[in-house]
């Protein structure tokens, strides 16, 4: 115990040593040091908003829907029990039912209905827009429609009591009502009064088909269907309880509606599918992808500025030749020259590598700090994906290590050089 | 203390071989103040290596404090070197960016001593050699006489057995010459054993053993 005591306060003797002698050399580590950090600052900074952008990308298919498949009534192409292909398949509301009642891996399902055209009048002010009907409560976790504080999502009762209810898009609620509270307020659709019972938050909605959903509203399909009096729902989205099984679950959709449709399983016409699921794992791969070779870069960069380190550890072995003749004549063993140059370009890595992750930790929460609420900058898709970069522990700690290995790796050679040296030869090297 | 027999020792200069030594006995008790003598080219700065334990003989026995340092590895030879020896060169050989204390203080920092110590220890070296006001001055800002008694403070700084000193006087004037030898005599009259090195007969006024060394061979 004494001696582990004793060996510990003999290596933060020597450090402070070593620290003495690097002071002089103070010119050449400085730039030694910018050049780790410059490297350190790359790597973290490119593997942040590597970062930052995937989860952006992957924000941005949720905008569409949360692990979703959209399901479209198609054509057949193959005849079947006497039926002629080319017969078109349309979708009804109670569909919805007759899957999730056979396929238990459906968490969620709803119908859709779409109107286009729709004047909406409040006050003076008249914007023509789409309407969309819903068959079901959940409808808003499928496709992330989240209600702004103070106001809510259609709910069982509006659909049962076919109420006269909708949920409006934020943008279209701006451009009709501008900054009024909107909840409890009524709005004319069509001059038929509806009452507003929520707006939706801002979302960043990336794929989209009709629109964005923040330029429309909803209402229960069941008060659609009343006015507009459809009987074929314009699509079918359902939610998948286990996101490696859509493919699985796409097929048992196709099979179930054959039964009710009548025609042939295997007909991949019938039904047209939008498979979010598969999508979003496809951008998952990209972007793990691009991270990799961003990160590549960065690890390049820092073995450039680590063959610097290395390169003023062997000009200083060659500089220190006398000084390491000396001490080795009043005592030091080979290991203390080694691992003194070992120390130093740890600590210049270290150092270097502090800094850059500072001033890389401060440009990304400056970054972050940019205000998005702003409506010409929440607009563009492009500055709302690059100025969400994240710092996250997994590149700080990687950043380290890669680091740690450069700087080993930077000394040792130098230190190996240093440590051969014939202090004979040493001691009268000028 | 030193007991060197038949000591040989050969350089390789690419294919040709120099025999710096041959057939060196000698022997150094505690408390002498040897004297070796000669001139440049004859074998006197390859004595003292192999006695400070820089280097090994190519044949032969040489003892130290009657241990055989041919069977030893290098960490042990550092050792040696860091407690048993004291080195003074021609050149006085100081760290340049360290002050007096820290050149002073070096052996002990690697000899592993602690902060109490080292500073009573090299303290009162200092103020035995005279230089307790120049503590934190840097070797350029000393003068050739009081460089010269840094590094034979910093040699006794770990109670060495054996003080080596090669050509101490050499870059010296006269003056200081003088005064580093008077110091080494004090020392010597303190009970340290000193073994000198030089080409300078006029060594010989202060000690009545010497030897004479030519062509790798100690002379009678």
């Known amino acids: 115990m004494a001696e582990t005591i004793n060996n510990i306060f003999k290596t933060l003797l020597l450090v402070k040593l070593f620290i003495r002698e690097l002071k002089k050399e103070r010119r050449k580590i400085f730039l030694t040091i910018a050049g780790i950090a410059w490297g350190t600052l790359t790597i973290i900074l490119l593997l942040s908003f590597g970062q930052g952008l995937t989860t952006q990308m992957l924000r941005g298919q949720k905008g569409l829907g949360d692990n979703i498949v959209i399901l479209y009534g198609g054509q057949t192409s193959i005849e079947y029990k006497g039926l002629p292909q080319g017969r078109r398949i349309r979708l009804m509301e109670e569909d919805c039912d007759l899957l999730k009642n056979s396929i238990p891996e459906i968490d ?22 789409r309407v969309r009907g819903v068959s079901s409560v959940g409808y808003e976790d499928m496709r992330s429609q989240f209600p702004q504080p103070g106001g809510r999502f259609l709910n069982e009762n509006d659909m049962l009591a076919r ?34 019972v929520g707006v939706m938050q801002k979302k960043m909605q990336m794929g989209m088909y009709g629109g964005p959903d923040a330029e429309a509203a909803v209402m229960p399909a069941s008060t ?39 025609y042939h399983p295997d007909d991949n016409n019938a039904l047209n599918y939008w498979d979010v699921i598969e999508g979003s794992k496809q951008t998952r791969k990209a972007f793990t992808g691009i991270t990799i070779f961003l990160g590549v870069i960065g690890a390049m960069t820092l073995i450039i500025a680590s063959i610097g380190v290395a390169n003023i550890m062997y000009i200083t072995v060659k500089k220190r030749t006398r ?8 005592g030091a063993k080979r290991s203390l020259i ?13 150092t270097g590598g502090f800094i850059g992750g500072a001033v890389a930790y401060t440009i990304i929460r400056l970054v972050e700090s940019i205000p998005q609420d702003n409506a010409d900058f929440g607009k563009n898709m492009a ?4 100025s969400n970069p994240e710092f996250s522990w997994t590149i700080a700690i990687s950043t380290c290590v890669i680091l740690g290995l450069v700087g080993l790796l930077s000394g040792f050679f130098p230190a190996r050089k240093a440590a051969a040296i014939d202090p004979i030869k040493a001691l009268h090297y000028e | 203390m030193i007991k060197m027999e038949n000591i040989r020792k050969v350089y390789n200069t690419g294919k040709v071989e120099v025999e710096a030594l041959r057939n060196v006995d000698l022997h150094v008790k505690r408390g002498d103040f040897l004297t070796v003598i000669g001139p440049s080219g004859s074998g006197k700065s390859t004595l003292m290596n192999i006695m400070g334990c820089l280097d090994k003989p190519t044949s032969g026995n040489y003892a130290l404090n009657g241990l055989n340092i041919k069977d030893m590895d290098d960490n042990t030879l550092s050792e040696l070197r860091n407690k048993e020896i004291g080195f003074v060169f021609q050149n006085f050989n100081l760290l340049p960016y360290a002050s007096t204390y820290e050149n002073v203080e070096m052996p002990l920092l690697f000899a592993g001593v602690s902060g109490k110590i080292r500073r009573e220890k090299v303290t009162s070296i200092l103020n035995k050699v005279g230089l307790s006001d120049r503590m934190h001055h840097r070797p350029n800002e000393l003068s050739g006489g009081q460089k010269q008694r840094v590094a034979i403070a910093r040699a006794l700084v770990n109670s060495p057995n054996i003080i080596l000193a090669d050509e101490p006087t050499g870059n ?22 000193i073994i000198m090195i030089t080409h300078d007969p006029r060594a010989k006024e202060y000690t009545d053993n010497f030897i004479t060394i030519t062509d790798g061979t100690i002379q009678a």
Request: hydrophobic share 45%; aromatic share 10%; with cysteine.
């Open chain 1, 108 to 129: 969620r399902i709803a119908g859709e209905y779409d109107a286009w055209g729709i004047t909406y009048k409040y006050g003076e002010t008249v914007v023509n827009e």
């Open chain 1, 338 to 350: 080694k691992i003194q140059f070992i120390i130093e370009a740890l600590l210049i890595d270290l």
């Open chain 2, 172 to 193: 010296l004037d006269t003056q200081s010459g003088a005064e580093i030898m008077q110091l080494f005599v004090d020392l010597w009259k303190e009970g340290n054993t």
């Open chain 1, 163 to 196: 109420r006269r209810v909708i949920f409006m898009g934020c943008d279209l609620k701006k451009k009709l009502m501008g900054d009024v509270d909107a909840v409890g307020k009524t709005v004319l659709l069509n001059n038929i009064p509806f009452t507003v």
């Open chain 1, 383 to 386: 500055m709302q994906i690059l």
């Open chain 1, 323 to 330: 000084e390491i003749g000396i001490k080795r004549a009043i």
């Open chain 1, 224 to 262: 659609f269907r009343g006015i507009f009096s459809d009987v074929y729902v314009d699509r079918i989205i359902y939610q998948v309880n286990d996101i490696d099984k859509s493919k699985y679950v796409n097929q048992q959709v196709r099979r179930v509606l054959a039964r009710k449709y009548r």
